[in-house]
């Protein structure tokens, strides 16, 4: 038997022709993908779910902040990150707003008027992002979605939508900035930040560095604005690049949401509205065409009932809006599925409510109709989360804003302040009296819009000497309680009465009758008038005089009132006296209750 010897060097020979051959296979196979683009990254899609397709930013030497923004109210904001709440700054300062922003500082009295530091908490500032800035920038929907800044700490109070940022935040990593580099930090003008504890004023100069302000007059300086905010990610449905065309006719085709060029890091919200909303009814597949039924779907101008496509990762694949709903509420649409779906995909359906450009849009949240080629059965419905017809916050947190510190005050404060503060504390009465009479004592529920509480302090700087007027009044009041402003009013309208004063049933069987009007005293029997008499003069003996009531008094007081010969002269005096000041005020006061009237009554 013969064997082939082929020896060392044969072999190696082998191994070097099969080495050669294997790599140029996998150069040809390399070929083949980099021509038909294996590896070029995945073309940007143009609409995502949700916030899923922001990016968060990150610091890089040197170069200019790198990050994603959001278009919000129309104004252009970064988006400092994307987790738990979307936090939003300013990216520059908006034409519209150019006056407001320019120049702002944190105190405007004169400094003989300022006790104390002033700072954050009493800032025209706070007031102006808070109330007129906050409310001509943004819809009600993008209001509703805007998160309250709860930190308790000295440098940002809690119930503040709109904020400015901390010097921590602008030397913050996460937030694409870092303590050393400047430029990430530049813009328009020198911006403030928010002070420091109760007297350090901190700003950003244009060029980025952080300063700290010496001068001795620092909260009379005036720095550009640059506002901050949080937006709840669950209120937003999807993000659409700020670049696609968002003009698309109704077609039961959808469009591949893949983007010709690349993504612009640039996003405009699709918002979940209350005011979206369409029930699903039958849902048919037959071949590639799905027909949908459905009813009390929104109806209007530039309302449309829409679909989209998802993968399993969530990604929106295709997009396309289905129907105009102008008017009809109920109706049918198909849609085509896309030669490339697959079973791990889904269609959902949704009302909504697009706007062009960079101004949010808003629709229902998207229910599945389709999973794979499974149609749901049960009844689906699609609704939004975000109030349209949200009511403003109550006025009282609105005097909280810029009049709390005037209601605090007590008649001495009052007393020794200046003209200005004395008709800031006359405004903050008049808005509060408002309050006071639209809430008639029970649970605060009634709310004004921003633009009544504006009418109601225009009216009065208008009208200084009636905010004056009432301001002496209510401090007269004040003086004569030994109450803080608010404690006062609290007391005459009957609201929140402090410990000192509680009590009422100790009025026994006739504490019902303080709760009859002027005019219901007026048009009372003789013996009701009799116990409205007994329980005005048990009140003013509790809580003007301050004297013990018991049931023993209560019951003497009502002898006294019924059988008024029986006692002394001076005791009718008193009992007459006192059913003359119930029947004038009642007159004069129809719709006041006895309770206030007697709150009135002299000594």
């Known amino acids: 038997m013969r064997y082939n010897s082929i020896g060392k060097k044969g072999r190696h020979m082998q191994r070097s022709r099969l080495l050669s051959g294997i790599m140029l296979a996998v150069f040809l196979i390399l070929l083949s993908c980099f021509a038909s683009g294996c590896f070029l990254a995945p073309k940007a899609r143009f609409l995502s779910m949700g916030g899923e397709g922001m990016n968060s930013p990150y610091y890089k030497k040197k170069q200019e902040w790198n990050g994603d923004y959001l278009w919000y109210g129309g104004i252009k904001w970064r988006i400092l990150e994307k987790y738990f709440n979307i936090f939003l700054l300013a990216d520059r300062i908006p034409e519209e707003y150019l006056e407001e922003w320019d120049a702002m500082s944190y105190e405007t009295r004169k400094p003989e008027d300022v006790e104390g530091n002033p700072g954050w908490e009493t800032s025209p ?3 102006y992002l808070n109330t007129s800035f906050y409310a001509a920038a943004f819809t009600p929907e993008e209001r509703d979605a805007m998160v309250y800044a709860f930190e308790y700490d000295a440098w940002t109070p809690s119930q503040d939508k709109i904020f400015l940022l901390r010097w921590r935040d602008v030397i913050d990593n996460s937030y694409g900035f870092t303590e050393k580099d400047y430029v990430q930090r530049a813009y328009d003008k020198d911006w403030w930040l928010l002070p420091e504890g109760d007297s350090l004023y901190v700003y950003v100069a244009s060029g980025g560095l952080v300063m700290e302000v010496r001068d001795e007059m620092k909260e009379y300086l005036e720095k550009a604005l640059r506002p901050a905010f949080y937006v709840d990610p669950d209120c937003i449905v999807f993000l659409r690049d700020v670049s696609s065309a968002w003009d698309f006719e ?3 085709v959808l469009l591949d949401t893949r983007m010709e060029s690349e ?3 640039e996003w405009v919200p699709v918002l979940s509205s209350e005011a979206q909303h369409v029930e699903i009814g039958t849902v048919e597949l037959e071949g590639d065409v799905c027909t949908i039924s459905y009813h009390n779907a929104s109806v209007g101008v530039n309302q449309y009932l829409s679909a989209v496509v998802t993968d399993r990762e969530k990604t929106v694949r295709y ?12 109706g049918t649409v198909t849609v085509q599925l896309p030669d490339s779906y697959k079973k791990s995909w889904s269609l959902q359906i949704f009302s909504e409510r697009p706007e062009e450009g960079t101004k949010t849009s808003y629709a229902s949240e998207p229910v599945v109709v389709l999973e794979g080629r499974a149609p749901v059965m049960e009844p689906l419905v699609s609704e939004g989360r975000c109030d349209p017809e949200q009511e403003p916050e109550p006025l009282n947190m609105i005097i909280s804003r810029g009049y709390d510190p005037f209601l605090d005050w007590y008649a ?12 800031y504390a006359g405004t903050a009465a008049l808005l509060y009296t408002a309050l006071c009479q639209e809430d008639s004592g029970l649970l605060i529920e009634d709310r004004y819009t921003r633009d009544e509480i504006r009418q109601g302090a225009d009216y009065a700087d208008e009208h200084p000497e009636d905010t004056r007027a009432m301001a002496d009044v209510y401090f007269a009041s004040a003086d004569a309680y030994g109450l803080s402003l608010k404690e006062t009013m609290d007391r005459l309208f009957g609201r929140q009465i402090p410990d000192a004063y509680e009590g009422e049933a100790d009025l026994f069987e006739y504490t019902k009758y303080l709760d009859y009007t002027g005019a219901m005293y007026l048009d009372a029997s003789d013996e009701e008038q009799d116990n409205i008499l007994i329980a005005s003069w048990l009140y003013l003996e509790k809580y003007r005089l301050e004297q013990e009531v018991s049931q023993e008094y209560a019951q003497q007081v009502a002898d006294f009132v019924r059988n008024p010969e029986a006692y002394s002269e001076e005791t009718g005096t008193y009992i007459e006296a006192l059913r003359l000041f119930l029947e004038k005020s009642s007159e004069e006061y129809p719709d006041a209750e006895i309770q206030d009237l007697m709150n009135y009554m002299p000594n």
């Open 319 to 330: 997009y396309g809006r289905l129907a105009q709903i102008n008017s009809q509420s109920e």
């Open 263 to 265: 993504r612009t890091g």
């Open 250 to 252: 109704p077609s039961p």
């Open 125 to 127: 500032i706070r007031e």
């Open 412 to 423: 001495e404060d009052y007393e020794n302040a200046s003209e200005e503060e004395k008709h």
